[in-house]
């Protein structure tokens, strides 16, 4: 087992560690915190499949850009208020449901991977667009840049939401 597989797991299982513990802190900063420490492993990984324009906009983006608005968004609705409602059982239905339609997400992905059917057709069609930087930027802006402007918006919209509940609830 070479050095870049030892580093591998390491960076694997911390995230999932770290991303464990981003669901199971009850305090929203600390969850937030939890979410920086695992992008930054998820590009190390990154880095290590030789993807380092991912592993670039993972860290500048995701643990710079969003994680930075998720934490000044927590601070205005005040989470202090937040971490003390309790769920009740309407709400922990709902939380099973979409826990047991992403287990079986994870059950298609894993199916599709192990079958083989899965990530060539989409490395075969960035190596077709000239490699790494390249094959993304033009899948990016050509094949999924509806996809990728419908993300935009829905955090454009969830920002805006929250910020208003804040005013909202400051006005108060």
């Given at each position: 087992?070479?050095?870049?597989?030892?580093?591998?797991?390491?960076?694997?299982?911390?995230?999932?560690?770290?991303?464990?513990?981003?669901?199971?802190?009850?305090?929203?900063?600390?969850?937030?915190?939890?979410?920086?420490?695992?992008?930054?492993?998820?590009?190390?990984?990154?880095?290590?499949?030789?993807?380092?324009?991912?592993?670039?906009?993972?860290?500048?983006?995701?643990?710079?850009?969003?994680?930075?608005?998720?934490?000044?968004?927590?601070?205005?609705?005040?989470?202090?208020?937040?971490?003390?409602?309790?769920?009740?059982?309407?709400?922990?239905?709902?939380?099973?449901?979409?826990?047991?339609?992403?287990?079986?997400?994870?059950?298609?992905?894993?199916?599709?991977?192990?079958?083989?059917?899965?990530?060539?057709?989409?490395?075969?069609?960035?190596?077709?667009?000239?490699?790494?930087?390249?094959?993304?930027g033009a899948l990016l802006y050509t094949k999924y840049l509806f996809p990728f402007e419908v993300a935009s918006v829905l955090l454009l919209a969830a920002m805006v939401g929250?910020?208003?509940?804040?005013?909202?609830?400051?006005?108060?």
């Amino acid at each position: 087992m070479g050095s870049a597989q030892v580093f591998f797991y390491i960076f694997a299982g911390l995230s999932l560690l770290f991303s464990l513990l981003v669901v199971t802190r009850r305090n929203p900063v600390h969850s937030a915190i939890c979410l920086i420490i695992t992008f930054f492993f998820m590009a190390g990984v990154f880095v290590l499949l030789k993807a380092e324009l991912l592993a670039a906009v993972q860290v500048l983006v995701y643990a710079g850009g969003v994680v930075g608005l998720m934490l000044y968004v927590i601070m205005l609705v005040k989470a202090d208020e937040a971490s003390q409602v309790k769920q009740s059982l309407g709400q922990m239905v709902v939380a099973a449901f979409v826990a047991l339609l992403l287990f079986l997400q994870l059950g298609a992905v894993a199916y599709i991977y192990f079958s083989g059917k899965g990530a060539g057709a989409a490395v075969a069609e960035a190596i077709r667009y000239g490699g790494n930087t390249e094959g993304i930027g033009a899948l990016l802006y050509t094949k999924y840049l509806f996809p990728f402007e419908v993300a935009s918006v829905l955090l454009l919209a969830a920002m805006v939401g929250a910020i208003v509940l804040a005013k909202n609830r400051l006005e108060r």
